[in-house]
């Protein structure tokens, strides 16, 4: 018996928990965002980590059900930081898998109902190895979703593959650079060249760039200075439940 086949059932019985990890502004540190991420914390082999459950759900078939219950979540936490938190954009991360399902209409409608006023505080997080995969149907679905006000955002901008070709395609507003190239940026090295080139790319398309995983000051203060706007990371804040982002956000002055 594998976790994922538990995965409809813990569905069912609240078991899983969206956490949101704080996106700060690097000028100034201030929170404008943050990633929902999912958690499972009672699984049966353990709190399982989305990087190991993830894939085993999609391989199982259960990758619409799991990214359904994403959206719903997402939007139930929505409800409370449109009216507490104006200013605050929200990522989401769905399987690649669920792209070619009925969850891109199933999100689409949850969008038509909220208006383009709120779904721009909405960002979908797309891998660039997933964007190779794309065809005419989900490009097309993409393409609504953004006109009815949804934010893209390239996430783990640099590992994937065929990358240039799709930024100029996609126009994203966003993107995300993978954390590999963070870890080294205090070494004067290739990391601190390549995240160079990467916030120059982002800037000169006039896209928004997030450093993901900055875990020291260091890294933080050579990430302003190379021009990048936003990071988050476990130097910033941990990935948290709702209640405790609220709070920390209504802590702002
Ligand atoms: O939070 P953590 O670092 O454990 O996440 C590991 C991986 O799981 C990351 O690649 C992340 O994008 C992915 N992930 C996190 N939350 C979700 C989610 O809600 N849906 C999907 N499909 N993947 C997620
Ligand atoms: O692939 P994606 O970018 O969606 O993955 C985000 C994952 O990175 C989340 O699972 C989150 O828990 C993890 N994460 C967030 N901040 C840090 C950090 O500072 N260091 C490391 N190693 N992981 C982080
Ligand atoms: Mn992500
Ligand atoms: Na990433």
Known sequence: RFAEHNLPEA??????????QPRVRLADRRIVGAEALLRWPGA????????????????????????RWVIDSLLRAMQQL??????????????AAS????????????????????ARRLEMEITETSMARLDDDILDAIDRLRRQG???????????????????????????????????LAEEGIDRH???????????????????????????RILAQLGCHQAQGYYFYQPMPLADFRQLLESQP
Do not use: H, W
Not at 194 to 219: K, M, N, S, W
């Open 194 to 220: 390549i995240v160079e080139g990467l916030v120059g790319l982002a800037r000169g398309l006039g896209c928004e760039v997030v450093a993901e995983g900055v875990e020291t000051a260091d890294q933080a």
């Open 11 to 20: 569905i069912r019985s609240g078991a899983l928990q969206l956490v949101f």
């Open 44 to 67: 049966s082999i353990g709190a399982l980590s989305p990087g190991c459950f993830v894939p085993a759900a999609e391989r199982a078939g259960y990758a619409a059900l799991l990214d």
């Open 82 to 95: 449109f009216a507490s938190a104006p200013d605050c954009v929200v990522s989401f991360n769905l399987s």
């Open 99 to 118: 792209l070619d399902s009925d969850v891109p209409r199933y999100l689409l409608t949850q969008l038509d109902a909220l208006g383009p006023e709120r």
């Open 150 to 184: 949804m934010r893209l955002a390239v996430d783990d901008f640099g590992v994937g593959y065929a990358s240039l070709t799709y930024l100029k395609q996609f126009r994203t507003e966003v993107i995300k650079i993978d954390r590999s190239f963070v870890t080294g």
